[in-house]
């Protein structure tokens, strides 16, 4: 399985922008999808958005038009682009692979949004 690092989080005022950055251990070329995913205390882990091997894009639909996925398979990272952000953002966002072996997850990126 391939280890994940995230980085990119923090405090930032609604209406602001935030990148995350997803850094695998191994190539992601061969990853069948790479996702981000949030979670809330006290809530199930949501799937944010994905981007697969064949460049297929999701968001689910509270993001769409505000955040951007993206894969630079050359340096092995996945993105997540987070534009006009709002309070409702806040959560620990996580980074997934996808692989024959099965998935991997990060340790997780806390994303803090004031009003």
């Known amino acids: 399985q391939v280890q994940l690092v995230e980085s990119g989080g923090g405090l930032v005022q609604a209406g602001g922008s935030l990148r995350l950055s997803c850094a695998a251990s191994?190539?992601?070329?061969?990853?069948?999808?790479m996702a981000w995913y949030r979670q809330v205390p006290g809530k199930q882990r949501e799937l944010v958005a994905l981007?697969?091997?064949?460049?297929?894009?999701n968001y689910v639909d509270s993001v769409k038009g505000r955040f951007t996925i993206s894969r630079d398979n050359a340096k092995n990272t996945v993105y997540l682009q987070m534009n006009s952000l709002k309070p409702e953002d806040t959560a620990v966002y996580y980074c997934?692979?996808?692989?024959?072996?099965?998935?991997?997850w990060g340790q997780g990126t806390q994303v803090t949004v004031s009003s």
């Open positions: 997934n692979a996808v692989t024959s072996r099965g998935p991997s």
């Open positions: 191994a190539s992601i070329f061969s990853c069948k999808v």
């Open positions: 981007i697969t091997s064949g460049g297929v894009i």
